[in-house]
């Protein structure tokens, strides 16, 4: 994932967190692990609403990052933590993917988390160098069936939302793409830009520099509805193939044994959080859309979401490394 979040911006983010007294007199703080390096989009988010969350519970909420394997490194230490509510795991979609990729993990990732919330989602879009033949996505489908393999796509890596809405998409449209996988999604939206490559599968925050710029086309959002923001843009639902959607997401987790009341206190400074009025701009301003949804609810869709993603990549064939 990336984000068009300047690094200025996200050092200052951090640097006001770390400064921030400590609300409740002799509280211990909350650790909030993220799997990612500072400056990413999932870092970014975190440090977003770790302050007011800390308003919230009376105690300051510092955010780690443990970054590395793919997140796991952060969640292994989060299934060993205590389970009082002070060691939290902020995770992307990866831990929907991760069991499907890795084995001999020291952990079970169906066993060892309590699912708090899914805290936000980013869009995605099937954006276009602005030369390439085709005007629609029709068009698009139409040409990569006529030249299987002629189209190249480019995402943030292997296994990633891209990747895998990349996959879902020639499974469903019965087309055959080329893969490019980056090191990141700045650097898709880059060579997609520059015309390297023909299309990007892409969240709407790491597509917003190069469409605004007009150096790049969106031909279609892997969203249920349509983007308020590309409203002339079609969903790939809408234009036959009907149920596609896949969108990049951060969530909340606890380790699995915290106590009920615990989790619930931990809920409402979430949602205290993502009801600020400044919080909400800065979402806006990142094309992020904030979510909050109950555990019951959350823990439903993790469910839903792991069992799809996991035949996804049992079909692709998708490795790590």
């Known amino acids: 994932m990336a984000s068009h979040l300047t690094r200025r911006t996200a050092l200052t983010l951090g640097a006001g967190l770390l400064a921030a007294p400590a609300l409740g ?12 390096a500072p400056g990413g989009a999932a870092d970014t988010i975190a440090r977003l609403i770790a302050p007011r969350m800390g308003e919230h519970l009376g105690q300051t909420v510092v955010v780690e990052n443990r970054s590395g394997a793919s997140s796991t490194i952060a969640a292994g230490a989060v299934a060993q933590a205590p389970a009082d509510g002070t060691t939290l795991l902020f995770a992307t979609l990866t831990h929907a993917t991760n069991p499907f990729l ?28 602005t030369d390439f033949a085709a005007r629609s996505f029709a068009e698009f489908l139409a040409k990569a069936k006529a030249a299987p393999g002629s189209i190249s796509y480019g995402t943030p890596g292997n296994a990633t939302a891209q990747h895998l809405a990349g ?8 087309i055959r793409l080329t893969h490019v996988p980056y090191r990141g999604g700045a650097d898709a939206a880059r060579d997609l830009s520059a015309g390297v490559i023909d299309a990007s599968f892409m969240t709407t925050s790491t597509a917003l ?12 959002a ?15 639902a809408e234009s036959g193939l009907p149920g596609f959607a896949l969108s990049d997401w951060c969530a909340l987790f606890a380790p699995a044994a915290t106590p009920a009341g615990t989790l619930e206190k ?3 400074a979430l949602r205290f959080a ?47 490394g």
Not at 167 to 174: P, S, T
Not at 209 to 220: D, F, H, K, N
Not at 226 to 232: G, K, Q, S, T, V
Request: avoid cysteine.
């Open 25 to 36: 007199q002799g509280a211990r703080p909350v650790r909030l692990l993220v799997g990612f």
């Open 102 to 129: 890795f084995h001999g993990l020291p952990f079970d990732y169906a066993t060892a988390f309590a699912p708090i919330s899914q805290v936000v989602i980013w869009p995605q879009i099937l954006a276009v160098k």
């Open 167 to 174: 996959e879902m998409l020639q499974r469903a449209a019965g």
């Open 209 to 220: 520099p190069v469409l605004s710029a007009g150096r790049a086309r969106v031909l279609a």
């Open 222 to 236: 892997a969203t249920p509805a349509r983007l308020a923001a590309y409203p002339e843009a079609p969903t790939i």
């Open 266 to 268: 931990t809920h409402a």
């Open 274 to 320: 993502l009801e600020g009025p400044e919080v909400q701009a800065r979402l806006r301003a990142l094309s992020t859309e904030p979510v909050a949804s109950t555990p019951a609810d959350f823990a439903a869709f993790l469910a839903a979401e792991s069992a799809r993603l996991g035949q996804v990549i049992r079909d692709a064939g998708i490795r790590i």
